[in-house]
């Protein structure tokens, strides 16, 4: 797990990189490095148990690491959103920068279809606000992320194989 948080680390730095929204790119960055210090913590705490063994405190320290972590990337995965709403520049040659941005662009796309359908079949009520009973949720980076298969949850998948690992190589 803690090893999934440096991936996402590392796609948070590159998306604030990429911001084309100052403020944004601000809170990506402050999201990612809190992400990156919760990893650390739990590599060291998972560490330190699997020497000392067994105890009710250093399970329940690793627990709690774990649920930081969890709430660390769904900010890092909330601010992600943001950026991309506002705007990303053009990715450099860098492959993991492309992957990236494939991946951002393609929930971006649904997204857009979401809010196109929901336009399209508009369930309001007699003030014209929407109706919340039945309504589908927009799609999020996170749903994206959770609608793959655990085994293929390499975001996005590069086409041709590569030596070494990148950022988006390891599942989330």
């Known amino acids: 797990m803690a090893s999934d948080g440096q991936v996402v680390v590392k796609f948070g730095n590159i998306l604030a990189k990429r911001c084309l929204d100052q403020r944004c790119s601000v809170e990506l960055l402050r999201a990612a490095e809190h992400t990156q210090s919760i990893s650390s913590q739990l590599d060291i705490v998972a560490r330190v148990k699997a020497v000392t063994g067994e105890s009710k405190a250093s399970s329940e320290l690793l627990v709690s690491n774990v649920q930081n972590l969890v709430r660390a990337v769904q900010h890092v995965l909330r ?15 860098d492959p ?13 796309k649904n997204l857009t ?15 014209g606000l929407r109706k919340t009973r039945g309504a589908k949720a927009e799609p999020t980076l996170m749903s994206l992320v959770q609608e793959q298969p655990p085994q293929s949850r390499n975001i996005p998948k590069h086409p041709s194989p590569r030596k070494g690992h990148t950022a988006m190589d390891r599942h989330l």
């Open 79 to 93: 601010a992600a959103e943001a950026a991309c709403i506002k705007g990303l520049g053009q990715p450099s040659a």
């Open 96 to 108: 993991e920068e492309e992957e990236v941005a494939a991946f951002c662009q393609q929930w971006r």
């Open 113 to 127: 279809q979401h809010r196109a359908k929901e336009a399209l079949n508009s369930d309001r009520d007699e003030l």
